[in-house]
């Protein structure tokens, strides 16, 4: 089954129980049918559309969501972006748990937005992480990539990054871990190594590595590295990564540079649903 | 299966898909061992240890995991707080989604902490809310009570919360939503009723609501309530509430206050997995 | 997933394993549809049904499922009480496992009625127990409402129970156990604690406890119980409750009354399902 | 999974939900161990121990549970047959659900074994049918066993059982009915065939049926059908059968009779876990 | 849920991940629809058509798979034999899956066929065993029928099939095993024994088995069973059976032969799907 | 849970049904303890022993199972390679569903190391394709390294490829579509893209292609293909390969080749299990 599907049944679950919406049952005949608006009430960037429309449609397969923007639309501020038709059971039940959903995929959507902007016309691509929140790695990458972000790889399955940790297992020898991957890997998985001095650097390019991950490093060192690399191969800057150093780092010519705060930090937006006909 | 069992294997899933981490495999050989040690990288409530181990223990069962400090302990600064004894590739593919939860429970603690410390001393407890990331409802609510607060109901099931949707299918009559839910609601759930206007109040004290939620209501509206209700009902006050106002509701006399903020806007805490012994 | 979804899914696959129903792959044609009749063949209350008709949509979603009568109703005695129309195939392989669900269900809403006629026009409200067979407790605990009786607590989840096990692991203090436990529960939560002897009963009345179980005691001492409670607390009665004490206990003036006979031992309705047209 | 699994974990889940136990959580400390016996509170014969334990050793794997007696055994009246050594709080959780359990399922193996004495010494078997519990087939088999008596086919999957609506799907043609199962079905599978008129009984020897059930007819009719198959065939039959008609239809030497009351009919027995240790 | 809906999500979930497929989201609009054409590029015998349309299905349930043959058709060589319409990235994402299906069911049904052929006329039939691809029992076992050849057992449950470690288990002696295998078997279930001398043919026959399997005998002793036999029981003959032996074992007058080859080595025929419209 | 765990759950599942062994029930005692021995029977290549050895974990998680050699190891001939030690009941019932495992995986490790042993000592390396047997894709893929060839991407989630579909889509502009596929993908993910003209060979390399397929192509044509790439781009040959040509592709320098018999045309290996004690 799908991956957002068994976060949405989790969640529905963990809302419901055995013993399902009491208040609900109690008070909102089983026939009565209900619309509902969608509101964003502050200015945001879209994500995560699909997922919440999900959660209706699991409760009731007929339900119809519609949303009058896209994912990644800029929206300025208090606005009727959606709307659900539905039972009204069906509504009051998926309610919480849809907006759960869509409050932080717009939060992410639009921070990934504010550092791309910081970004914009340089050749600097800024790339997420896998610090997302459990269950949600999937629609936290699509929201990177509504706000105009790029994602790093999607888990540990889809690109090499040898760490220091795998580097020590191979007594620190950056050519023999670089040889190693290359041969395990499958053909189309790139190796990027994370290298902590600059030292480090030729040897990384001379065993062969596409990418090399900058770990930490100020700007002026960051810089010394571009210039080592001469295009050999491609640079990403880690760590202490702000909106604001964005933009110094995208003029030194790194190609990338990844943030945990993406989707780790990313406040959740104010959204809410309104019943307006029953 | 257990939700948190459920919720660490869909990361877990995410994370390694059917492929698994093919920098590991290339790298870390199958027999070796590694130590670990849990780092608080900053001041912070602990919590979510058990979730943090049971992460490790569903990759190796034999894993050992050990806190020094059980949840709810206050680490004032820079601290080991923690270890994990394992296969280096237990240690190295779990790490990322257990950093994952543990920085997500230990911020929403912290929170929590931050707004119970803000009302001590007074009647007044301060309440989480439904407003959870999808998959971490039982997480975030034991997070809360670690860090000093209390739980609200825990999902649809276990307390009647008649919102004004539920009132406006029953034609608005506080007294016969009151009388419906009491008669459908099992034997040892509560029932509480969200109210706009002040009006309200002495129809849902005559009704024989356990708990009356005040909507969006001032201070001295508030006052005005707890006056009115004079002990004959439980008063909770939900939305707008920040930690600075906490100190005066405690002083004007509810009995409860819900932020969804406690949940839905911690911040991830810093915390890292290092790698000592392998 | 939804939990009737799930059982009716096992027990669907228990009665089918991976190979099916060998009998009528064998005899009857792929593309052959059918009519059947449900039939009550003796006196009856009727519940169920939703989850009667589900095992034929999990196998055929466009089946077609209809009651003439809605769960609660009273079958005075041998009646086509509804219908199906599908596949004459889904028809064949659901049937032992839809009539298995709606001869229990039926069974327990009819035994729940015969006890709520016994206390009719009083105070006095049965309540079911948590004595369900295993993976029926939802449908179990909507039968007892069909009949007209009321609900338990659904799980272990909706109510505080402190029984003689919870007291003795804080040495047996009554008011210290309630104590603990308003901190720990959801704010929605009632607290309900069981007591063997009436000394215990001031203690839980200071306690602030929301209900007393009264257990095992006989009609006088039950009439002293609610002549010491005084309306300040509700009492149930448990243990040795026949159809034939409801109304004695009625008068006495107690809150509930539960009954695990409710659901573990009634009988299973005779019901059938007849093919009419193929 | 294990079916027996699945069902237990559906029957903890629908108990405990997400949420879990929260008398236990609020009064119970986590390190605390106990014991409890299993008490049988009335004469029964014992069956369903393996799922019993199976419900605490989900909870704890390492909880002991053990029964003096295996199942099958005949408990003559209020006795100690078992013990649990866990957690206190593994112990409070699984206690209703394996009550649940146990008390069915000695119920299904005492009666089974009332059936079974009853045709003692002769030539019949009693057999059950496919009217069990949702979920609980196997444990409903097992239990039949238990008490002595024989199990019919298992599910649809493990005999051809043709009945009325799967002739008419051949015209009412006993042998094409027969001839088209035998080409069908899995090699060691047995073919019977239901009939309701002792016309249909040569044909069916003639068509090479294994077994012929008579449906819903009386002694002399049955009588009849044993003279008729004159061995060629067994028989069995089904419908209207009474412990006390059991002699009688062994004595006039069938094969075999079904009665699904041994299964969907069965009292259940009073069994109950005390803690004697904590 | 159904097995083979099981095997699909395996199927597709190891294919997709949590990821998804790049490529199409990267290069196919959502909205765009397409048609596609089955075809065979070799004779062979079509099996596997609802499996191979589930796999569309499951992806979009209005995704239209049609096949101009049923399964059991012989496909005389190059030829288009079916078709779905569907969303354009349904029919590349699930192609892959849907062909490594049906190229190996029809390439079990090509076998089959060819071994029923074999026998054709003769009394002999052809059966498969359980050595099939792990999740492919079913699937296999239909292509085994669609090829024209018949089933032995599905799986471990409808058949009690006496080897030689169940023999040991009861010191050898063959008619007690046949005995308990009696007393413990469902009512429909046929007892095989198998015997590796003809020494015990006659106590296998003695003892009521319904089949005796002839492991790894020759010709010759095969035959000699059968005249020993003398029709009292029904011959299997199994081990070392090639197509080219098959119509020497219908002369001699066995009554079964199994070949596992027909599901473990059969090849996988030469199957595509062509985009003819988008 | 982990795939190969899902996987070998199924075919656990589809062997036992809910019923389980009735053989083995029958006659095997619970506690009789046994030991088995792993044949292998003919020559071959050793890969799958841990899904082997899970098989019986599943069942019996203290079952001890060890093989001499590791995956990969080449077995000359007929020898013992392992042992099984488990309840005898075990052994029994995971014997089928463990070689049928095995069997497979070692088929395709031995075929594996013949395409490999094809190529050896020059630069061409031999891949996989994603025609594997569903819900065994990474055993497969496993099973390819153990003999010593690569791995193809594992599914459609860790590489792009570009075929003429998804050409198509884009109107056929080779440059546009390596455009939209690089600003979608993962970071760490390469770009393929499959030509079946040389005309596109230059294009590709221009467009910033990481490797390019060709499909379909003769020796001469593929020879001309790496003139023109002049290592700017690594080069795959696909289609109407054979362990023949392996050694001319090899000598004509082309980076790759994929081969789908590798996985979907391995024949099983003969593999046995005897039990020797008990």
Do not use: Y
């Not at 501020?77 to 509504?91: E, K, N, Q």
């Not at 993406?262 to 006909?277: P, Q």
């Amino acid at each position: 089954m799908d991956f957002v599907d068994r976060l949405i049944d989790l969640a529905l679950e963990e809302d419901l129980g055995a013993a399902g919406d009491v208040t609900t049952q109690a008070l909102v005949p089983e026939g009565a049918r209900g619309r509902a608006e969608v509101w964003a009430k502050e200015p945001l960037v879209l994500a995560g559309t699909r997922a919440f429309a999900r959660v209706f449609t699991r409760l009731e397969p007929a339900a119809e969501v519609r949303f009058s923007e896209a994912d990644g639309a800029r929206i300025s501020g208090r606005a009727v972006i959606g709307s659900v038709a539905a039972a009204l059971r069906t509504l009051l039940v998926g309610e919480r748990t849809a907006l759960n959903i869509l409050q932080r995929t717009c939060g992410i959507a639009t921070l990934a937005a504010r550092a791309a902007d910081a970004v914009k016309g340089s050749h600097l691509r800024v790339l997420d992480t896998r610090k997302t929140s459990p269950g949600m790695r999937g629609l936290s990458k699509e929201a990177v990539r509504a706000g105009g972000a790029s994602n790093h790889r999607f888990g540990l399955f889809d690109g090499v990054l040898i760490k220091d940790n795998h580097l020590a297992a191979v007594g620190g020898d950056v050519r023999e871990a670089l040889r190693r991957a290359r041969a395990h890997a499958p053909q189309l998985v790139k190796i990027e190594i994370e290298i902590t001095r600059l030292e480090q650097l030729p040897e990384a390019i001379a065993g062969g590595a596409d990418v090399v991950l900058l770990d930490n490093m100020d700007d002026a060192t960051v810089a010394e590295a571009v210039r080592i690399a001469a295009g050999k191969v491609q640079l990403e800057v880690s760590g202490n990564v702000t909106l604001e150093r964005l933009p110094r780092l995208a003029q030194i010519g790194v190609d990338f540079v990844s943030m945990g705060a993406l989707t780790h930090s990313a406040r959740a937006m104010d959204l809410s649903l309104e019943i307006v006909e029953r």
